[in-house]
DNA sequence: CCTATGGTTGGACTGTCGTCAAACAATCTC
DNA sequence: GAGATTGTTTGACGACAGTCCAACCATAGG
């Protein structure tokens, strides 16, 4: 079966206090400190730095993420891989992304 | 008497994710984008175009920007004036205000 | 087919948040 | 001083949010 996606918002209904109030959360900003590289990233609670967090408490942080329209979530298998909506968040809020990045702790 | 401040932050304690979860609440982000003049305002619901709230509403909704560091308060009087401090999160957070005045919807 | 893996979902619990109303406080004006 | 003006504070209440646990589901690998 091909790669599916989970639910997500288009781009251009990125609505920004939406994602300001996923990301004024300790623990969903340090998300965003993960994702900053770009990359794809599991879904593991240890596999993002949040080994003290439940499974589950994990899972809703990342689908808060993606539902503010953050993150998008790659099906994979048995594997969900999470990145950042890099180039739709730039073109959306331009500069916004940037400037949280330098300023994580 | 000389004029006073309500009680902030310090500008090198203003953290991150307070004004990310200030800021995640549409009456907030509103309400920058009335500071976003530079200017003073008066608490007034209706000289901040948030007569519909309750004056109580509005002062709990200053106050919460104020100790996340996002504004400062003179006391005149028996009137307050609340502006932006842009400076001081200018230098906190390079680039994060104006990328989100920009991005105001 | 059986089991283990990786993650989601639903419920329960606790705490925080947004709102209003009423009371309060401090200042200005007459 | 009396009354009006400008906000703040406290309490109440419903709604929402973060966390854990247990159950579940789909897939991968024997």
Redesign the interface.
């Known amino acids: 079966m091909v790669d599916e996606r989970l639910p997500q918002p288009d781009a251009e209904d990125i ?4 994602v ?7 623990v969903r ?1 340090r998300l965003l400190g993960v994702y900053a590289d770009g990359g794809e990233h599991s879904c593991a609670p240890e596999a993002v730095g949040l080994g003290h967090l439940h499974k589950s408490t994990v899972s809703h942080h990342m689908r808060v993420m993606r539902e503010a329209g953050i993150t998008t979530t790659r099906v994979a298998g048995r594997n969900r891989y999470v990145r950042l909506r890099r180039d739709e968040l730039d073109a ?5 992304l ?3 990045l ?4």
Chains 1, 2 share one sequence.
């Not at 609505?15 to 939406?18: H, I, R, S, Y």
């Not at 300001?20 to 300790?26: I, K, Q, R, S």
């Not at 959306?92 to 916004?96: A, D, I, K, Q």
């Not at 330098?102 to 702790?105: A, E, I, M, Q, R």
């Open positions: 609505e920004l206090v939406k300001m109030h996923a990301l004024g959360d300790p900003i959306r809020f331009p500069g916004l940037d400037a949280l330098k300023s994580l702790p």
